[in-house]
């Protein structure tokens, strides 16, 4: 029992009520009984947990570890007295995998009519090696390649294709649009189709069109003619060859002319000159096909060669059969002083008043007469006025009928400079 008061200088307070404080032992034998066991079901619950826990999560990583196991990778063994690595490809795992539009016609978004023209002349891609590039335009390349033939042998072909950023199916269709025109052509002196073909691509992009054409060894008339002018060799074009280049090109032109077709951007540069030194009309990207009537008129803006457009072309977008003569004409000058480039020092847009003052291009240094006369009839202002193909091919045909037979010492074919393949440019887009 305990009493307290309060003490100090002035003396003792008041004494607290008694307080009764309880020993150990009896407040122990007061309290309620503690029970010691009470704490093993509680760690045996927890001990179970995580075993079960650790348990699962061991017979998970060997799942996982077996699943995404590619097989025997790295399973050596000895193959003619030389390790050799075998591989068994199993599952993927990779969400990321980039995945592959298949390459068909109907992937690129293009027109059915023009899928139909296409179907029977789809090459697989498997079918050819791509090579060396040949050369660069604005809108794609031109490669070399091997094409493997029926008979398991190779030929040498050029294959043009649009750039890879090229994605619009107005751009597809046009590019396209081309070999559907030359699968209609059976002709040596225009350019044939071999095949088109569609290289796929992954991630989900569009397949890039490929159009196949015959390999022309020295490439497109225009490069020849300059390199025989201004190349690292120069060499000598006999009046005698050039006049038969525009004898092929004549004869290729009233073939097309024929069955309908206007060019519509003929120039040398878009000439190709075969080994055997033929030319082959070629580059058909802004041909068409007239099926009412004589003439097409352009609707929309497009990149025109307006040095070689007539004057209707100009000045109503009206194109014809006509019109391409009047581009021949320019082309014989292209031919005639080697590829000059026509009206040189005049902008494009001075071009129309140029002519329609009356203005033409002069009579090439060396050019015979007969020759320039033919070039000055088809730059008249009166399309009727003009000569048809036929009428050039028989004209030319006779002009060069008059020329002395050329020996093998003086045909390019057999000169030096052209034993390599140093102007197998391709046709450019």
């Given at each position: 029992?305990?009493?307290?008061?309060?003490?100090?200088?002035?003396?003792?307070?008041p004494?607290?009520?008694?307080?009764?404080?309880?020993?150990?032992?009896?407040?122990g034998?007061?309290?309620?009984?503690?029970?010691?066991?009470?704490?093993?079901p509680v760690?045996?619950?927890?001990?179970?947990?995580?075993?079960?826990?650790?348990?699962?999560a061991?017979?998970?990583?060997?799942?996982?570890?077996?699943?995404?196991?590619?097989?025997?990778a790295?399973?050596?063994?000895?193959?003619?007295?030389?390790?050799a690595?075998?591989?068994?490809?199993?599952?993927?795992?990779?969400?990321e995998?980039?995945?592959?539009?298949?390459?068909?016609?109907?992937?690129?978004?293009?027109s059915?009519?023009?899928?139909?023209?296409?179907?029977?002349v789809?090459?697989?891609?498997?079918q050819?090696?791509?090579?060396?590039?040949?050369?660069?335009?604005?809108?794609?390349?031109?490669?070399?390649?091997?094409?493997?033939q029926?008979?398991g042998?190779f030929?040498?072909?050029?294959?043009?294709?649009?750039?890879a950023?090229?994605?619009?199916?107005?751009?597809?269709?046009?590019?396209l649009?081309?070999?559907?025109?030359?699968?209609?052509?059976?002709h040596?002196?225009?350019?044939?189709?071999?095949?088109?073909?569609?290289?796929?691509?992954a991630?989900g992009?569009?397949?890039?069109?490929?159009?196949?054409?015959?390999?022309?060894?020295?490439?497109d008339?225009?490069a020849?003619?300059?390199?025989?002018?201004i190349?690292?060799n120069?060499?000598?074009?006999?009046?005698?060859?050039?006049?038969?280049?525009?004898?092929?090109?004549?004869?290729?032109?009233?073939y097309?002319?024929?069955?309908?077709f206007?060019h519509r951007?003929?120039?040398?540069?878009?000439c190709?000159?075969?080994?055997d030194?033929?030319?082959?009309?070629a580059?058909?990207?802004l041909?068409?096909?007239?099926?009412?009537?004589?003439?097409?008129?352009?609707?929309?803006?497009?990149?025109?060669p307006?040095?070689?457009?007539?004057?209707e072309?100009?000045?109503?977008?009206?194109y014809?059969?006509?019109?391409?003569?009047?581009a021949?004409?320019v082309?014989?000058?292209?031919?005639?002083?080697r590829?000059?480039?026509?009206?040189?020092?005049?902008e494009?847009?001075?071009?129309?008043?140029y002519?329609?003052?009356?203005?033409?291009?002069?009579?090439?240094?060396d050019?015979?007469?007969?020759?320039?006369?033919?070039?000055?009839?088809?730059?008249?202002?009166d399309?009727?006025q003009?000569?048809?193909?036929?009428?050039?091919?028989?004209?030319?045909?006779?002009?060069?009928?008059h020329?002395?037979?050329?020996?093998s010492?003086?045909?390019?074919?057999?000169?030096?400079?052209?034993?390599?393949?140093?102007h197998?440019v391709g046709?450019c887009c």
């Amino acid at each position: 029992m305990v009493r307290v008061c309060v003490s100090n200088a002035v003396g003792c307070g008041p004494w607290s009520q008694p307080l009764v404080v309880p020993s150990h032992d009896h407040a122990g034998q007061q309290g309620p009984p503690h029970s010691r066991t009470s704490w093993v079901p509680v760690v045996l619950g927890v001990l179970t947990a995580l075993v079960t826990a650790a348990a699962l999560a061991l017979i998970l990583l060997r799942k996982r570890r077996k699943e995404t196991r590619f097989g025997q990778a790295f399973d050596s063994v000895m193959a003619r007295g030389e390790p050799a690595v075998h591989f068994r490809a199993a599952r993927s795992f990779n969400r990321e995998r980039p995945e592959r539009i298949e390459a068909t016609l109907d992937s690129l978004g293009i027109s059915d009519e023009l899928k139909d023209k296409l179907e029977d002349v789809l090459i697989p891609e498997q079918q050819f090696t791509l090579g060396r590039m040949l050369g660069k335009g604005e809108f794609g390349s031109v490669r070399e390649a091997q094409l493997k033939q029926e008979d398991g042998s190779f030929v040498k072909v050029a294959v043009k294709m649009l750039k890879a950023d090229i994605i619009a199916s107005s751009d597809i269709e046009e590019f396209l649009r081309e070999a559907a025109c030359m699968k209609e052509f059976d002709h040596p002196h225009v350019a044939k189709l071999v095949g088109v073909s569609l290289r796929s691509r992954a991630k989900g992009r569009l397949p890039i069109p490929m159009v196949i054409l015959p390999f022309m060894k020295h490439g497109d008339l225009h490069a020849f003619l300059l390199a025989s002018r201004i190349g690292e060799n120069p060499f000598n074009l006999p009046l005698q060859t050039l006049i038969r280049f525009m004898v092929d090109i004549a004869c290729g032109m009233e073939y097309l002319s024929s069955r309908n077709f206007i060019h519509r951007d003929l120039a040398a540069r878009n000439c190709m000159l075969a080994e055997d030194m033929t030319v082959c009309v070629a580059d058909f990207g802004l041909s068409r096909k007239i099926y009412s009537g004589d003439y097409y008129r352009q609707g929309c803006a497009s990149k025109l060669p307006v040095k070689w457009l007539a004057l209707e072309s100009l000045a109503d977008n009206l194109y014809t059969v006509h019109s391409d003569v009047w581009a021949f004409g320019v082309t014989m000058w292209e031919i005639m002083t080697r590829g000059q480039t026509p009206y040189a020092g005049i902008e494009n847009a001075e071009i129309y008043n140029y002519l329609i003052g009356g203005n033409r291009l002069k009579q090439p240094p060396d050019c015979m007469e007969d020759v320039y006369e033919l070039m000055y009839q088809c730059w008249s202002a009166d399309p009727k006025q003009r000569p048809s193909f036929t009428c050039l091919r028989m004209e030319l045909e006779n002009i060069l009928g008059h020329l002395s037979v050329l020996s093998s010492s003086q045909d390019p074919l057999y000169t030096p400079t052209l034993a390599g393949e140093a102007h197998g440019v391709g046709p450019c887009c």
